[in-house]
């Protein structure tokens, strides 16, 4: 398994071009299962979980191309079984369910498991499905899918923690081959919800309001192949967004769309970082006096559960107390304990971490348990005095496109040992 020896204390300096989104690009994929003709996908990230995608859409039938960030798909003869082991490999997989269903109206699908952020149950996907008059039952570890009538209808999607992002997408992929009007209430707003409802409205879906709680799909009975850019990747964003910051560095983010952001940004700013907006992105780099601020986790358009734990090390490093509260995901707070052996003081308190910053930290060998806790520990090993060694660095890869060899490019010390 591979890890990353990082020497911390370097500055970052200089410009990266920001990769296409790991979560409009897997769902995206999942869409050109809609239609037999072919579609073109650009920008798609270079990612373990991308390429998993790309597996299950070929067991399925399709024939799948990638020559650069550009994927053909072309899916004329489908089945509608999925691999067990390969689809319960990724959880992003579920997203082939509703597609699916819209074209073959039947789907067999292995069960997601859960993760170590939390038990990420799938109810309101199949509660929506169901509500489009699929007969879904749970069996051996499967979801066996079958639709007699694939029929509009007016459901509402919230959970307990509010709106679902793969959840709105399922359905909504399955609606817009369904018969009639559907709507979804309580639908999620994450630009990569909007993305992907771009993309069917491109394949020429009728979805109205999107990007607002509220979809109003109105099914039709065909969809046709077209070529589509990804958006880039907001997360990947933030991140290197606060890489900038806990290095003292100054770094410009091309390609940054600040309004999907904008809940970030802000509580970057309320820090005392500097952000400008650029013709092309944004530069980032750290003011000149930075103050704690407490964070809430909250569906789009409010802080990305995807920011917490790197938002955490930057917290860690400015003096006062911070809490951070995380609402989407019961527990998210795998990056803590690695992050205490690097010298931070943290400690948890039901879903809020209470973060005494200001000690600065010391480089030590720590264990990445998901991806965005990975990156957390990247950041924390960069802004860290000595060399830190996060190992399973598999994690990253799922979901950051060569994030060693763009850290380098700022100048980071940061190695990629083999083994
Ligand atoms: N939920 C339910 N029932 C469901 C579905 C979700 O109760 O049927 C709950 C979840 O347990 C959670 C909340 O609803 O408490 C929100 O989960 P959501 O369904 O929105 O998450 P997801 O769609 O499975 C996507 C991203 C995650 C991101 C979340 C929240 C992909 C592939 N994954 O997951 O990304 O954290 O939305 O924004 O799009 C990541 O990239 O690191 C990552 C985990």
């Known amino acids: 398994m591979d890890k990353f020896e990082i020497v911390g204390?370097?500055?970052?300096?200089?410009?990266?071009?920001?990769?296409?989104?790991?979560?409009?690009?897997?769902?995206?994929?999942?869409?050109?299962?809609?239609?037999?003709?072919e579609c073109i996908l650009g920008n798609v990230p270079d990612l373990s979980d991308v390429n998993f995608m790309l597996e299950i859409l070929e067991s399925l039938g399709a024939k799948v191309n990638r020559e650069g960030d550009k994927v053909r798909i072309r899916s004329e003869e489908l089945t509608p079984f999925g691999d067990y082991n390969l689809i319960r490999k990724m959880r992003g997989s579920i997203c082939i369910l509703g597609p699916l269903i819209g074209r073959l109206r039947e789907a067999r699908?292995?069960?997601?498991?859960?993760?170590?952020?939390?038990?990420?149950?799938?109810?309101?996907?199949?509660?929506?499905?169901?509500?489009?008059?699929?007969?879904?039952?749970?069996?051996s570890g499967y979801v066996n899918a079958k639709a007699i009538n694939l029929r509009g209808k007016e459901i509402f999607l919230g959970g307990r923690s509010g709106p679902t992002v793969l959840g709105t997408i399922n359905v909504?992929?399955?609606?817009?081959?369904?018969?009639?009007?559907?709507?979804?209430?309580c639908a999620a707003c994450e630009p990569e919800v909007v993305d992907v409802a771009q993309f069917l409205v491109a394949m020429g879906a009728q979805i109205e309001g999107v990007g607002s709680p509220c979809l109003r799909i109105s099914g039709v009975k065909k969809l046709r192949g077209v070529e589509y850019s990804v958006i880039p990747d907001r997360i990947e964003a933030a991140t290197f967004a606060l890489a900038a910051v806990v290095t003292d560095g100054e770094v410009v983010l091309e390609g940054c769309q600040?309004?999907?952001?904008?809940?970030?940004?802000?509580?970057?700013?309320?820090?005392?970082?500097?952000?400008?907006?650029?013709?092309?992105?944004?530069?980032?780099?750290?003011?000149?006096?930075?103050q704690s601020v407490d964070i809430t986790t909250q569906p789009h358009p409010g802080f990305p559960t995807d920011v917490q734990a790197q938002m955490m090390v930057l917290m860690i490093l400015i003096p006062g107390l911070s809490i951070i509260t995380e609402r989407i995901f019961e527990s998210r707070f795998m990056h803590v304990n690695e992050l205490i052996r690097l010298g931070a003081d943290i400690s948890i308190e039901g879903p809020s971490a209470i973060v005494k910053g200001g000690k600065g930290l010391s480089g030590a060998p720590v264990m990445a348990s998901d991806l965005r806790a990975s990156a957390a520990l990247v950041l924390a090993g960069l802004a860290a005095r000595g060399t830190t060694e996060v190992s399973r660095v598999y994690h990253i890869d799922r979901g950051y496109e060569k994030i060693d060899e763009k850290?380098?490019?700022?100048?980071?010390?940061?190695?990629?040992?083999?083994?």
């Open 9 to 37: 204390g370097q500055q970052l300096h200089g410009r990266i071009r920001l990769s296409g989104a790991k979560n409009s690009a897997l769902p995206m994929l999942a869409a050109c299962l809609l239609t037999s003709d």
């Open 109 to 139: 699908v292995s069960m997601p498991g859960g993760c170590v952020i939390g038990t990420r149950p799938i109810d309101l996907h199949l509660k929506g499905l169901r509500a489009l008059g699929t007969r879904i039952d749970v069996e």
């Open 172 to 185: 909504m992929m399955a609606a817009v081959l369904a018969e009639g009007m559907t709507t979804i209430d």
């Open 258 to 290: 600040t309004h999907h952001l904008s809940a970030v940004l802000d509580k970057m700013n309320e820090a005392g970082c500097e952000i400008i907006r650029e013709p092309n992105g944004l530069m980032v780099r750290r003011g000149k006096v930075l």
């Open 407 to 419: 850290l380098r490019s700022l100048g980071a010390r940061i190695e990629r040992v083999t083994g």
